[in-house]
C-alpha cells in the first residue's frame, strides 16, 4: 500500500488523513503552524463557519459527525436587519431544516485528534512546506522556529495547504498544461465581535445568521457556544463606503452609527477589533488539472478556493474527501493515475460551480434579501417545490440540504428561473393559486 503524505493540517487535511488511515494507509501530515491543541490559534479568536449537509455527510462517513456537531448552534434563517432596527427572519428551508454555526478551531482541533487516534496517522507540527521537487518527488520542509531545513521522498502527496498551496505553485512553474488563475474580488472583510450580554446571555437572536444588507457591503454576524457573535462585515476595499475611508475612530464610529445602527451599541470593542484585526482580500481560485500523474494531488481551497457567500467552502473541501473515497472505492486501491483523474473530474465541474454560485450569492446577500422581486421570487419557488417536490427545488436548498452534485444544482436552478421569466410571475402566481392543474398547464407545458 503506498504511503501517503499530506500538506496543510487545516479542516481538509485531517479530515482526509482519517478516510486514507481508515482503509489502511500509513499517513503523515506537515503543518507550518504550531500545535494548536497546545497553543492556541493564531489571535485566539474564534472564528466559526457554517457547516451544511454536505460537509456533515463528509464528516459522517468518517465517522466524525456526531463528535462535531455537539457543538454546532443550528442557524434556521437569516435574521436581516433593517436601518429602522426591524428584523425579518427569511428560513432557510421550507421543512425546518438548518444550517449550524461551528467553531473553525474546535472542528480543527476534534478533527486533529480523530485522525491522529488512528496509529497509522502521524501529525508533524512547524514545518512549513516550503517547495516540491516534481522532479524527484521530494518535498522541502522548513522548520518554522528553527528555521532548520529538511528534504523528505513522498511516493502519494495530497496538498491540502490552502489557497497558497506549496505544490500548485511548483505544479505551475514545471507542469505544461497546468493553469491556475485567482480572481480577486473588489471587497475584502474584518472580522469584530458581538460579546455576550450581563448574564452571559445573546444579544441578538442565537439560532439566526444575522445580516445587515446594505447593497453594495453588509455585515454578517453568526453565533458561538460562548454566547458571542463573530462579526463580519464585507465592504469594498476603495472608494465609497470602503475600507480605505474608514481611517480614524470617528469615522469607524460615524460608519457604524449610520448603517449598523443596532448593532453599535453591542459592540463595546468595535474600535479595538477595527484596529487590531487585518482586512483581508476574498477571491476565487480555479486551476487544472488538480493532479501530477499518479503521485501528488491539490484538495480542498489549494484546488478551489473561493468566495464564502455560500458558505460552503470547507463543505466542498469535505464533500472532496468523500468523494476521493467513492472513486476508491469504485475502482480500488490500485492504479492511482486513474483514481486521481477521475477524483479531478467528478469535481472539477462541481468546483467550478460552487464557485459561480458563491459569486452570486454576495448580491443576493447584501442587496437581494430586502428586493421586493427576490422576495417574491422566494415565495414562488417554495410554492412549486411544495406542490412538485419530485421537479422543483430552491436553489438555495439544492446547495445547502441535498447532494446534487453543484452543477447539477447550478443547472436545475437557471433551468427553473428562465422558466419562471418566461412565463411571468403574474402568470405563475395565478396558477399556483388555481392548483396544481393549472401549474402543469401553465408552467410545465411551456418546458415540455
Ligand atoms: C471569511 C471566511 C468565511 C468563511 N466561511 C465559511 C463558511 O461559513 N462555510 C464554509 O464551508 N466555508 C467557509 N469558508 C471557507 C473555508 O474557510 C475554507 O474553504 C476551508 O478553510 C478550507 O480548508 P482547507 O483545509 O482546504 O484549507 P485551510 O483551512 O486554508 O488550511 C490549510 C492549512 O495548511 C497549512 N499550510 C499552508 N501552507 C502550508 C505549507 N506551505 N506547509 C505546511 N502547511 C501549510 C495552513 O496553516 C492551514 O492549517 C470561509 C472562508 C473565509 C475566508
Same mark, same amino acid.
Given at each position: 500500500m503506498r504511503h501517503v503524505t499530506i500538506l496543510?493540517? $487545516?479542516? !481538509?487535511g485531517p479530515l482526509l488523513a482519517l478516510y486514507l488511515a481508515r482503509r489502511g494507509y500509513h499517513v503523515d501530515l506537515y503543518e507550518q503552524r504550531p500545535d494548536f491543541r497546545v *497553543?492556541?490559534? #493564531?489571535?485566539g479568536r474564534s472564528i466559526n463557519l457554517a457547516l451544511s449537509d454536505r460537509g456533515i455527510r463528509g464528516l459522517h462517513e468518517a465517522r466524525v459527525e456526531e463528535e462535531v456537531m455537539k457543538d454546532a448552534i443550528p442557524m434556521k434563517g437569516r435574521m436581516v436587519h433593517g436601518l429602522d432596527g426591524s428584523l425579518q427572519l427569511q428560513p432557510y428551508s421550507r421543512t425546518g431544516r438548518h444550517i449550524n454555526s461551528i467553531s473553525r478551531g474546535g472542528l480543527n482541533i476534534t478533527l486533529t485528534n480523530a485522525s491522529e487516534h488512528h496509529e497509522d496517522v502521524k501529525f508533524h507540527f512547524?514545518?512549513?512546506? #516550503? +517547495?516540491?521537487d516534481l522532479e524527484r518527488k521530494q518535498i522541502k520542509l522548513r522548520? !518554522? $522556529? !528553527?528555521g532548520e531545513e529538511i528534504v523528505r521522498d513522498v511516493d502519494l502527496l495530497f496538498a491540502? &495547504?490552502?489557497?497558497? %498551496?506549496s505544490l500548485r505553485q511548483a505544479m505551475e512553474r514545471k507542469i505544461d498544461g497546468f493553469t491556475a488563475r485567482t480572481e480577486w474580488l473588489s471587497h475584502g472583510y474584518k472580522e469584530l465581535e458581538i460579546p455576550p450580554g450581563p448574564?452571559?446571555? /445573546?444579544?441578538?437572536?442565537?439560532n439566526a445568521l444575522h445580516i445587515w444588507p446594505h447593497h453594495d457591503f453588509m455585515m454578517i454576524a453568526l453565533p458561538n457556544p460562548d454566547a458571542t457573535f463573530t462579526c463580519t462585515l464585507f465592504a469594498?476595499?476603495?472608494?465609497?463606503?470602503?475600507? +480605505?475611508?474608514?481611517?480614524?475612530d470617528d469615522d469607524v464610529r460615524a460608519y457604524f452609527e449610520k448603517y449598523f445602527p443596532d448593532a453599535l451599541p453591542l459592540m463595546p470593542t468595535l474600535i479595538e477589533d477595527w484596529h487590531n484585526n487585518p482586512t483581508s482580500q476574498l477571491g476565487t481560485l480555479y486551476c487544472g488539472p488538480? *493532479?501530477? +500523474? &499518479?503521485w501528488a494531488c491539490l484538495i480542498g481551497d489549494a484546488a478551489h478556493a473561493i468566495v464564502p457567500f455560500y458558505g460552503q467552502g470547507m463543505n466542498a473541501g469535505f464533500e472532496d474527501c468523500r468523494v476521493l473515497n467513492d472513486v476508491l472505492d469504485d475502482h480500488? &486501491?490500485?492504479d492511482w493515475g486513474a483514481i486521481l483523474q477521475e477524483f479531478y473530474l467528478r469535481r472539477k465541474r462541481n468546483t467550478d460551480a460552487i464557485a459561480q454560485l458563491a459569486v452570486s450569492n454576495f448580491l443576493e446577500m447584501r442587496s437581494?434579501? #430586502? &428586493?421586493e422581486k427576490f422576495l417574491r421570487k422566494k415565495k414562488i419557488d417554495a410554492a412549486l417545490a411544495d406542490m412538485f417536490p419530485d421537479r422543483w427545488a430552491p436553489l438555495y436548498e439544492m446547495v !445547502? /440540504? %441535498?447532494?446534487?452534485p453543484y452543477a447539477d444544482a447550478l443547472g436545475q436552478g437557471k433551468q427553473q428561473d428562465d422558466l419562471l421569466e418566461q412565463v411571468g410571475y403574474d402568470q405563475v402566481e395565478a396558477a399556483i393559486a388555481e392548483g396544481m392543474e393549472k401549474v402543469e398547464e401553465v408552467l410545465f407545458a411551456v418546458s415540455k
Open positions: 496543510g493540517a $487545516g479542516l !481538509t *497553543h492556541g490559534f #493564531v489571535g512547524d514545518l512549513a512546506c #516550503v +517547495d516540491v522548520h !518554522t $522556529g !528553527t491540502a &495547504d490552502g489557497a497558497n %498551496s448574564n452571559g446571555e /445573546f444579544l441578538i437572536e442565537k469594498p476595499m476603495e472608494g465609497e463606503n470602503g475600507f +480605505d475611508q474608514i481611517k480614524t488538480w *493532479h501530477v +500523474d &499518479d480500488g &486501491d490500485e437581494k434579501v #430586502v &428586493d !445547502t /440540504f %441535498s447532494h446534487l
